[in-house]
């Protein structure tokens, strides 16, 4: 908020001196977890697209069969993870509600 305040200050008295109005653009920092996150999704859903190829062009049982377990084990396993995120953040919802409200833990 300061920022975007400093930027209107700036330019209006950018304005009233007659100067050209110059705006800092902020770069956004990389999210490293959440692109290791998306290639990983990626590189399992597309281990399962091998593994429908291989099988429509009856490829060798161990390859199809490898990339069906690699593939379906990583997407079950952020399936998994999500679905723990959001009970544990129910959890906390009903925590706080509960300590909010006065009412006990047990």
Avoid: P
């Amino acid at each position: 908020m300061a920022d975007k305040t400093a930027e209107i200050k700036r330019g209006l008295l950018a304005g009233i001196k007659g100067e050209k109005i110059t705006t800092v653009e902020k770069k956004e920092d990389v999210d490293v977890d959440k692109i290791l996150d998306q290639s990983g999704i990626a590189l399992a859903i597309a281990a399962l697209l091998c593994a429908f190829i291989g099988g429509m062009r009856k490829e060798n049982r161990w390859g199809i069969r490898g990339a069906l377990v690699f593939g379906g084990g990583t997407l079950a396993f952020h399936t998994l993870l999500f679905g723990i995120g959001i009970v544990c953040s129910i959890l906390l919802i009903f925590l706080i509600f509960s300590f909010l409200t006065g009412g006990s833990l047990v």
